[in-house]
Structures are given as structure tokens and as C-alpha cells.
């Protein structure tokens, strides 16, 4: 009944976008964040983090006073998370985790982000999407796999290839360079 065709989409793979408009960003308290510092996040799945790639993460937090690193909640995680958190010199209080919304009250939360930091070598796909389309720069490490790739080409197709890298260190150094720098993550939420 049907033929098949190829649709072949520019720039990225992954087609997103919602047909209404955003919902209202709740205030960071009802977001269950401090009310000032930098929210790094990833929502991403635990399964997804690394030791080397947190260790990132805590190494940002350590640079950055008063930052926290949002996640999502996983009872099986979170312990673990914080105790390894603490090995790295970062309070573990310096960790929360938001439960699981629906999509639309998701994405208005999300909005109280203010970089969100990929995980590697497995990138964040519809968690990247959602990011970009709230207006939430999102740094990134390209790997070799599909898997590794999707939030480069995301952000390529946003118009922000500088927030892909290739190397750990290189994320490292420009998540780093991003939390200690407010106004130039303005100008790339803006964008």
C-alpha cells in the first residue's frame, strides 16, 4: 500500500520542535535550586556518566563557588553520585536531583538551567533538543559512533559549532571557560 522513500534531512538527523509555546519557567526555589549561582545540568540518564566526564563536572564545580550540578533523580544513583562527588572535593549538597515531569512542565523547569554539560561517549539526544529549544547552551564531546555524535550535530544545525569538542580536555577547558563567563553564556542562550 505504500512505497518507501528517503527523506534526507539537512543538517541534523533529528528532527524536534513543539507545536506550543513554552510554558513559563517556575522560579529557581520552585525548581527546588538555590536561588543564586550557576545551575550546571544533565539530565541526561546515570547509566550515561562516566568517571572521567564527572570528574569533569566536579572539577567545574570546584572552580566555580556556589554552582550546583542538577540532575535527575535516581534512587539507585544518587548516593553514589554524591559519595563520589565528595572523593572529588565537591560538597555533596552541591548535587540535586529534580524528579521526572511531564514534557511540558520538563521543559519549563529546564529553563532554569544555565549550561548544560553532555555526557560522553554516549551524547544526549532528545535531552539535547530539549535544552537547545528552551534556550540552554549545551556543551558537548564528539566521539567516533553515531551515539557519540548526536549533540554536535544538534548544535551544528543551531548554529553553534563552537560548543562541540573533540577531546575531553577540550570540553573540560570550555565547559570551564563557560561557568566562570555569565555573559557570554547569556549571548549563546540568546542565539
Not at 45 to 65: H, I, R, S
Amino acid at each position: 500500500d505504500y512505497s518507501e522513500a528517503l527523506a534526507c534531512l539537512p543538517h541534523s538527523y533529528q528532527p524536534h520542535g513543539h507545536a506550543a509555546a513554552l510554558p513559563p519557567a517556575p522560579s529557581r526555589a520552585e525548581a527546588g535550586l538555590p536561588e543564586a549561582g550557576l545551575v550546571l545540568c544533565s539530565f541526561n540518564q546515570a547509566y550515561k556518566f562516566t568517571p572521567e566526564v564527572f570528574g569533569v563536572w566536579c572539577d567545574v564545580l570546584a572552580q566555580v563557588p556556589g554552582s550546583v550540578l542538577w540532575l535527575l533523580k535516581d534512587e539507585r544513583a544518587e548516593g553514589n553520585l554524591r559519595r563520589e562527588a565528595m572523593a572529588r572535593g565537591v560538597a555533596p549538597h552541591r548535587l540535586v536531583f529534580a524528579p521526572d515531569l511531564p514534557q511540558a512542565e520538563h521543559l519549563a523547569r529546564l529553563q532554569c538551567a544555565d549550561l548544560v554539560l553532555d555526557t560522553a561517549p554516549y551524547n544526549a539526544h532528545t535531552t539535547a533538543s530539549d535544552a537547545l529549544w528552551v534556550g540552554v547552551p549545551l556543551v558537548t564531546c564528539a566521539g567516533s559512533t553515531f551515539a557519540s555524535r548526536v549533540a554536535g550535530s544538534l548544535l551544528r544545525a543551531a548554529g553553534l559549532p563552537e560548543l562541540v569538542t573533540g577531546s575531553l580536555a577540550d570540553y573540560a577547558e570550555l565547559a570551564q571557560a563557560l561557568a566562570s563567563d555569565p555573559a557570554r553564556l547569556a549571548v549563546l542562550s540568546r542565539r
